[in-house]
């Protein structure tokens, strides 16, 4: 069975320093692995995603993630933080279904980003 | 394209009471999923369907959750007899089969008194 392991339920760093939250999973078929942003009260909203191609993915506002098979991670990273970074992330891993299309999510437990002016 | 939308956003109930939340997905969009999220936990996924049919269900789904997706277009998810432990959000998502990413809806909360 496949799991996300998000490391650190809430991060803090102040404007301008760099982001970096943690994601490890497991999958026993190379997955598609998510990080999705959360604001309060709202739904979810794609970050980023790999799927089997660069292993540096760049996604919007910024971030960034890199996939390592070797350590089975999936970290997020921003060189600089903003006030407006400030949300609830998550981690998430699809796997294949029936060798084909790619199905449900698993999510970690979330991290919540915190920004200090 | 006007994304995922879901009614209601919020919903109050007595326990013992059914509710049922309804969930327009991305026009085409031919894959839909609920997912539940409690306070301070990442999203649980409950069930999903490609048009109409439902291909795949958790075992979270006890029988008192029941989820349509009649003409392959909108869903509904309906909880009998609420609990206190169903308060939640309620996500819905929706893909097509041919990719990979899931768009979500803002969600509905649920709280059962």
Not at chain 1, 84 to 109: H, I, M, N, R
């Given at each position: 069975a496949q799991s996300v392991t998000q490391l650190g339920s809430h991060v803090s760093v102040s404007e301008g320093a760099l982001v970096l939250l943690r994601c490890n999973y497991s999958s026993s078929v190379p997955p598609y692995l998510f990080w999705y942003v959360q604001y309060p009260n709202q739904g979810l909203q794609l970050l980023l995603k790999y799927t089997s191609a660069a292993t540096l993915v760049k996604g919007i506002n910024g971030f960034e993630a890199e996939f390592k098979k070797s350590e089975t991670s999936f970290h997020l990273t921003?060189?600089?933080?903003?006030?407006?970074?400030?949300?609830?992330?998550?981690?998430?891993?699809?796997?294949?279904?029936?060798?084909?299309?790619?199905?449900?999510?698993?999510?970690?437990?979330?991290?919540?980003?915190?920004v200090h002016p | 394209d006007t994304g995922v939308s879901q009614n209601p956003r919020h919903k109050i109930t007595k326990r013992g009471q059914n509710v049922t939340f309804r969930c327009d997905p991305i026009s085409e969009h031919n894959r839909l999923y609920w997912y539940r999220q409690t306070l301070g936990q990442g999203p649980e996924f409950l069930t999903y369907f490609q048009n109409e049919a439902q291909l795949e269900k958790s075992r979270l789904l006890s029988d008192r959750f029941s989820a349509e997706r009649p003409k392959g277009s909108f869903s509904t998810l309906e909880i009998q007899r609420t609990e206190q432990g169903d308060s939640a959000m309620y996500l819905c998502a929706s893909s097509l089969v041919s990719a990979d990413t899931q768009y979500f809806g803002p969600g509905t909360r649920l709280t059962v008194l």
């Open positions: 921003k060189p600089s933080a903003h006030m407006s970074d400030a949300a609830e992330y998550f981690c998430a891993v699809s796997d294949p279904v029936g060798g084909t299309s790619y199905g449900k999510l698993t999510f970690g437990q979330g991290t919540i980003l915190t | -």
